[in-house]
């Protein structure tokens, strides 16, 4: 047989741009809010249209406070004391930076509920707030979170785009649900202690490309809090994966930090070519997932957020089922 040379089509270029922050104490919040925007900065720099942190961002911030508390007191400081600085830090710096920024995780009370929050600032809109579903021991035993019950997806300029923090991309059936409501970039910002931890978030973002003909981009975080418990070490190697067929990298990833060193990490994706290989891939994973009759239900809410955003709540969609 005769091969054909590829259909020209039309490109959709976004660079995606992952930050392996490098925890360490800082004495006020301007410290941190510095540290941030130094990063933002390059991001700015690189021509990034998404900028990502990695999860529990905010807890840098326990270096601010007394010594003493217990690790769900220390939780709960964060969301009282720093919810108003932190979101409006990251409101500011999307607006002057003009990028989309997800603002790793940070403890939020969500009616009257502490999460474990990932927060996404949209140039001109206000913040999308996604709450982590699922919960680590540490973080359900230990700082006493509680799981959130909403998926979020964003409609932006180049597609739609949703978060899946740390623990949660774990799940295959989340990421389904997200690719079943358009999603074809999920960004998981994380946060892990050693390499084990890191290897089940990373093989799982990469399966979750696969499976679901997406996009993937992880960050984590690197660096210690001294004598902070559950926070005085952290490993990451952040990376941007791909699905595994011709038009992408052989081993399905796009690029990857170097491990457990502060950096960032910048890539190219171009969400055009997933609809190329989602019609005349090797394998349809996308279009066959959707037609193998193995479907996923969602008792939580799902909520599209379609452009413009601006004075306009969040459209509810239907779970899957």
Excluded at 28 to 33: G, H, I, L, S
Excluded at 46 to 73: H, K, M, N, T, W
Excluded at 118 to 146: C, D
Excluded at 275 to 303: K, M, P, W, Y
């Amino acid at each position: 047989m005769r091969f054909k040379a590829p259909t020209p089509f039309l490109s959709r270029p976004v660079r995606v741009c992952g930050i392996q922050y490098g925890l360490r104490p800082v004495k006020d919040f301007t410290a941190f809010a510095e540290q941030v925007e130094n990063y933002v900065d390059v991001g700015d720099d690189y021509d990034a249209d998404v900028i990502v942190f990695p999860e529990l961002l905010a807890v840098q911030l326990l270096s601010c406070l007394a010594r003493g508390f217990a690790p769900a007191d220390a939780m709960r400081r964060l969301a009282e004391q720093f919810n108003d600085e932190f979101e409006g830090l990251f409101l500011g710096l999307s607006r002057k930076y003009d990028r989309i920024i997800v603002a790793g995780t940070h403890p939020r009370f969500v009616d009257g509920k502490l999460q474990n929050v990932a927060s996404i600032f949209v140039p001109g809109h206000g913040p999308v707030h996604q709450p982590k579903l699922h919960l680590t021991p540490t973080e359900r035993h230990v700082w006493h979170f509680e799981p959130g019950q909403e998926i979020h997806i964003l409609e932006t300029d180049f597609g739609r785009m949703g978060v899946s923090i740390c623990y949660d991309v774990q799940f295959p059936e989340v990421a389904r649900i997200q690719a079943e409501q358009g999603v074809q970039l999920l960004v998981v910002p994380y946060l892990t202690d050693d390499r084990r931890g890191y290897t089940r978030v990373t093989t799982c973002a990469r399966a979750r490309a696969v499976e679901n003909q997406i996009y993937v981009i992880t960050a984590g975080m690197v660096g210690s809090l001294p004598l902070i418990t559950d926070l005085t070490a952290q490993y990451a190697q952040s990376g941007v994966y791909t699905p595994s067929d011709f038009p992408f990298p052989m081993d399905g990833i796009a690029t990857e930090a170097a491990p457990n060193s502060e950096m960032v990490l910048v890539g190219d994706i171009d969400l055009a070519i997933l609809d190329q290989t989602r019609a005349r891939g090797s394998v349809l994973n996308h279009q066959d997932a959707a037609e193998d009759g193995l479907h996923v239900s969602f008792d939580g809410r799902i909520c599209v957020h379609h452009l413009p955003w601006l004075n306009r709540e969040p459209v509810p969609s239907p779970s899957v089922s």
